[in-house]
T-cell receptor
Framework: NAGVTQTPKFQVLKTGQSMTLQCAQDMNHNSMYWYRQDPGMGLRLIYYSASEGTTDKGEVPNGYNVSRLNKREFSLRLESAAPSQTSVYFC?????????????FGPGTRLTVT | GNSVTQMEGPVTLSEEAFLTINCTYTATGYPSLFWYVQYPGEGLQLLLKATKADDKGSNKGFEATYRKETTSFHLEKGSVQVSDSAVYFCALLGMIKAAGNKLTFGGGTRVLVKP
């Protein structure tokens, strides 16, 4: 049981390049989330998916797109990277029922845009 | 809307000292409350939680009590170790138990324990 996995762990992009961050969970969770964490700031929600086939914007969705490929996988795409997107990105998932409200986080992807 | 306010860090203390991190919240009804911990270079992991008023969550020597009357969920540990050095996040999950219900995080408090 690997929990939440993310790839890659580190990435350096030039301004204008695109990339996709991958996330997968093996806990059969319905809900999945993408956050960014900037130095000195807490987590900010980018996008989330309440269930397979649905996605919704969070606080800071501009410059990003997401795909809920299936129940396990939720990817985040940067179409044209900008230096302001330099951050650490975390994927998370949560079960549906009240007894399992814990949100489980992946190890993060550290992205630098030059 | 929901919000969480926690004390700003960094908090620096010596090993075996007492730690308190204050957390207050604004939400309607009876949210669930959480403390997450982030060790250097890692993702967040759940430290403890409480789902109703007067519940006490505890784990690894840390405790927090859900106080509805003061809308608080302060984190405490009686004797910290160097290994407790981390960033601590207070969070709440609103009453609506919908699948899309989102956590609201505080800004995080960095704790540094010196030997």
């Amino acid at each position: 049981n690997a929990g939440v996995t993310q790839t890659p762990k580190f990435q350096v992009l030039k301004t204008g390049q695109s990339m996709t961050l991958q996330c997968a969970q093996d806990m059969n969770h319905n809900s999945m989330y993408w956050y960014r964490q900037d130095p000195g700031m807490g987590l900010r929600l980018i996008y989330y998916s309440a269930s397979e086939g649905t996605t919704d914007k969070g606080e800071v969705p501009n410059g990003y797109n997401v795909s809920r490929l299936n129940k396990r996988e939720f990817s985040l795409r940067l179409e044209s990277a900008a230096p302001s997107q330099t951050s650490v990105y975390f994927c998370a998932s949560r079960g549906q029922w009240a007894a399992n409200q814990n949100e489980y986080f992946g190890p993060g992807t550290r992205l630098t845009v030059t | 809307g929901n919000s969480v306010t926690q004390m700003e860090g960094p908090v620096t203390l010596s090993e075996e000292a007492f730690l308190t991190i204050n957390c207050t919240y604004t939400a309607t009804g009876y949210p669930s409350l959480f403390w997450y911990v982030q060790y250097p270079g890692e993702g967040l992991q759940l430290l403890l939680k409480a789902t109703k008023a007067d519940d006490k969550g505890s784990n690894k020597g840390f405790e927090a009590t859900y106080r509805k009357e003061t809308t608080s969920f302060h984190l405490e540990k009686g004797s910290v170790q160097v290994s407790d050095s981390a960033v601590y996040f207070c969070a709440l999950l609103g009453m609506i138990k919908a699948a899309g219900n989102k956590l609201t995080f505080g800004g995080g408090t960095r704790v540094l324990v010196k030997p």
